[in-house]
């Protein structure tokens, strides 16, 4: 193995070593071989050391950043297809409790509405993990329609719930208390 | 772990509390008003003939509709053990062994009959000898007194009874002078009076009233509480209003009534819950029965003139006169129910002073009009419509006009229909329906006017029929005995123009009666037929003014003139079959006519029943033919040819009316929405109280006061001790300190 001390010992009265301790830069010109023959050890990592490391960092940083836009870009996809995964269920749950008029079914049929209401108001607040990222801005907007969409789709079973219960009053039977009925100017007895 | 918070807690803790409440006392008894809100006035009519039928009890004929009745009365209290009428006329009685009786008809034929089982067991008899005249022999009547004959024993040979001072005669009469004496007396106005002695020791005496058999005429009052002014006061003055102002108002009106509660009971809660607590004395409970009126004057006049007041809560009698007029036809209340007017057919007429209900009525005057075979009212005027014994017809006024100028009016006779145009106190004849010999006119009814609570029935698909509304109508039915056919016909009473028509071709038998009723906008009307089985049949006809859903055909909030009104509607019927033969129709009324309607039925078998208007639908349809949308309309019941009769609908209990030959059905309106007063006034008078809908706007009479306030109480208690517990147990847990 080359080394970089002085080993002169004849011309100077001090040990080489004396010397090589007040080197500042002696470091840099011990010349290192990395062995990678063999593993480094667990959690062992390696020093960045010396400029050909640093251009692999820089790369590596790279190849991070776009696996982090990638992730976020999934991880918000993840988020909006929350409100996709309880649709099967809401769908079954409200078929199931059939069209009877019952507190349990018109309280869940009213959260079902005022949720999805909620969850679009706060849609930043949801999505903030991944909207700090600004480079994904763009990419998130698809996720996030996709969540205002299925929410609409929570919301649609809810109103479809109310409606059949027949709590909507969108029928002529709702209004025909306003209706009046047509009067007759005279007066008529019969025995 | 899941921990409770403390409102869960709190939550379970309240059902915890209610279902162990629930759970101490379960009251698995029916709660029924049943003889408590209803009564029966029994009648059995003139006395006839008073025969001993055994030790305790006395045989009494006496006439009823075409034949006799045979009643057996309790002889220690005079209460009414049986009544059985009889097909034929009793002419002469005799008392034979074992509970027997021989009847002798009119033509004389003699009938045996066990009054034990009311059954007849034989009808030969060696010698009939008469039991109806008493034997006078052992007894001195004089001046009033009634003495046993042969009396020794100087301490009672003084023995007297007193007969009543109006006494007419004595129907029975037993005594011997060991100082045993039975004595029926009958007294002036169908009273009659009962003596027993026993060892000159009086063992039992009481008296029955008559004289309320067989009413030919029948009106009712109404007493207007103070509150029911009150109301409709403060609601004229809401509607005036903007309905936040209104509520407002409405708000600060309550608040300030509790207010006054609270000081008239001296700021005391214990005072307030005691009095919540408290059975209501006599006063509240007449007050509460004025306010919502429970309490209404029944006034009735029978064959003999005689005009009695009935309370409508007990059947109670307030006051009677005597008029000595027997041909009474009608009664009337006039003057914003202040003079009440009786006409007869004579043409002669009383009009009496009836403001103070309670007391007698004061004679105001003595008037002749018309003499006329039927009266009728023009509406909520005081003007009467009257038919002469000569055919006319006059209008009388007494009171309050007309409000209108121009009036519709159409009477009916058996031999057909006539309309007449009343304009200003003129009265002309607009049109006639004229019969052939061989056809009569056997139902008729006129339209009620209600008030219009909607314009349409609503299906379970949440569409809209709407309902032929028009109001001027009425139906009749006309048999036909050359064509054996019965004839329905519903009428325009203003153009007379037929609007629906039908026909019966099943030997419809017209000795058995024909009813109908005609409601908001169909009719009912019932009769017997022969065909295909003899059967009691029930027709029912709506009237929309189209068959598709959503399609209104008159105008809204229009004002038509009927002369023009050419609309006509369209019909759905059903028949059905009932298991009694139904003697009288009538129809619940309300106060705002909210409330669903039931049709009030007079059985031939002596019961008043009621079938709600959903049982008795135009539009129930076979349940294979039903679908989804059919089956989620409210009280949609699927087709079933026959209605059986509902044990629990039974209005009269295990009671049984005798209508006697003209009985009237009637339903009075009172001030609670939900219940309405049932009267059946013939040869007996039943009144009752229904709540077609239930009763939804009055708390039951047995509801839990105490129960209520108790657990209230118990739970505020309960939360009082519990508070700090939980919140020692909340820090604990904060603390991750085990308790």
Known sequence: MKSGYTTDTTSATLPNWTENLINDKLAQTIDTKFDNSLPSPPSFKQANNGSKTAKSATKQDSVKAKDLNGIAVQKAWQISLQPAKSIPLNMVMSYMSGSSLQIISIMTALMLISNPVKSVVNIRRTFKPVLSNSEVKNEIMLPMMAFVLFQGLLMAIGVHKLNSMGLIPNTRSDWLFLEKPASFASNSYAF | ?739
């Open chain 2, 1 to 739: 772990m899941w921990f409770p918070d403390f409102r869960t807690r709190d939550f379970l803790l309240y059902v915890l509390m209610f279902v162990t409440i629930g759970l101490v006392k379960v009251e698995a008894v029916y709660d029924d008003e049943a003889f408590d809100t209803d009564w029966h006035l029994e009648n059995i009519g003139r006395y006839e003939c008073a025969v001993k039928v055994s030790n305790e009890h006395i045989g009494i004929i006496s006439g009823y509709q075409d034949a006799s009745m045979f009643s057996v009365l309790n002889s220690s209290n005079g209460g009414i053990v049986s009544r059985q009428p009889l097909t034929f006329i009793v002419a002469d009685t005799m008392t034979l062994e074992d509970s027997k009786i021989a009847l002798k008809s009119e033509n004389g034929e003699t009938h045996i009959l066990d009054t034990k089982s009311g059954l007849f067991v034989g009808d030969e008899i060696t010698v009939f000898s008469s039991s109806c005249k008493p034997d006078f022999s052992v007894v001195t009547i004089d001046q009033g007194k009634l003495q046993i004959n042969g009396l020794s024993s100087p301490e009672i040979e003084h023995f007297h009874v007193d007969l009543p001072t109006d006494f007419e005669q004595i129907l029975f009469l037993e005594a011997s002078n060991d100082g045993f004496l039975q004595a029926l007396v009958a007294c002036k106005g169908l009273k009659y009076s009962y003596i027993q002695y026993e060892n000159f020791v009086p063992t039992a005496q009481w008296s029955r009233d008559e004289s309320l058999t067989d009413i030919c005429a029948y009106t009712y009052m109404s007493l207007e509480p103070v509150s029911t002014t009150r109301i409709t006061r403060e609601l004229e003055i809401d509607e005036h209003m903007p309905v936040f102002e209104a509520y407002k108002r409405r708000a600060i009106l309550s608040l300030e009534r509790v207010k006054k509660a609270f000081v008239a009971r001296r700021i005391s809660p214990g005072r307030l819950i005691k009095e919540a607590l408290e059975n209501d004395d006599q006063e509240t409970l007449r007050q509460r029965n004025i306010d919502f009126g429970f309490f209404k004057l029944l006034i009735v006049a029978s064959n003999t003139g005689q005009i009695s007041a009935l309370s409508s809560i007990d059947g109670s009698k307030l006051w009677t006169v005597d008029t000595g007029l027997e041909d009474i036809i009608e009664l009337e209340i006039v003057k914003t129910n202040s003079e009440l007017v009786v006409f007869t057919s004579s043409g002669f007429s009383i009009v009496f002073d009836i403001k103070s209900i309670e007391e007698e009525p004061k004679l105001v005057r003595k008037q002749g009009i018309v003499p006329c075979s039927s009266i009728n009212r023009l509406g909520s005027s005081d003007t009467f419509f009257a038919k002469t014994k000569q055919g006319f017809r006059v209008v009388i006024e007494s009171g309050v006009p007309l409000s209108e100028n121009v009036s519709y009016i159409v009477d009916h006779e058996a031999g057909g229909l006539s309309a007449f145009v009343l304009e200003h106190n003129d009265l002309k004849e607009s049109w006639t329906v004229d019969l052939s010999p061989n056809e009569k006119i056997v139902g008729y009814a006129g339209k009620t006017h209600g008030h219009t609570v909607s314009v349409g029935t609503i299906l379970g698909d949440r569409t809209v029929l709407y309902k032929y509304l028009y109001p001027n109508l009425a139906a009749y039915a006309v048999s036909d005995e050359s064509a054996g056919v019965l004839r329905f016909h519903i009428i325009d009473t203003i153009t007379g123009e037929l609007v629906h028509s039908y026909f019966h071709d099943e030997k419809v038998n017209v000795e058995k009666p024909v009813n109908m009723v005609f409601g908001e906008h169909w009719c009912i009307y019932t009769f017997f037929s022969s065909e295909p089985v003899p059967e009691q049949k029930i027709v029912v006809v709506e009237l929309y003014e189209s068959l598709t859903p959503n399609e209104r055909d008159s105008v809204p909030d229009s004002c038509a003139d009927p002369l023009f009104y050419a609309r006509k509607p369209e019909v759905i019927t059903r028949a059905y079959l009932y298991p009694e033969i139904i003697r009288n129709l009538a129809l619940t009324a309300t106060k705002f006519d909210v409330t669903t309607k039931a049709v009030l039925l007079e059985l031939e078998s002596g019961q008043i029943t009621y079938l709600p208007k959903s049982v008795v639908s135009g539009r129930r349809i076979e349940e294979s033919k039903m679908t989804d949308a059919d089956k989620k309309e409210f009280m949609a019941l699927p087709y079933l040819c026959g209605i059986p009769i509902n044990d629990q609908s039974i209005l009269t209990h295990y009671r049984t009316f005798f209508p006697g030959s003209k009985s009237s059905l009637l339903s009075i309106p009172t001030n609670l929405e939900s219940t309405t007063l049932i009267c059946d006034i013939g040869h007996d008078i039943f009144c009752t109280r229904l709540s077609p809908s239930l009763q939804f706007d009055m708390l039951s009479p047995s509801f839990e006061k105490g129960k209520l306030l108790s657990t209230v109480l118990g739970l505020l208690l309960i939360c009082y001790f519990l508070r700090p517990m939980v919140n020692s147990n909340r820090l604990k847990t904060r603390w991750l300190v085990k308790s």
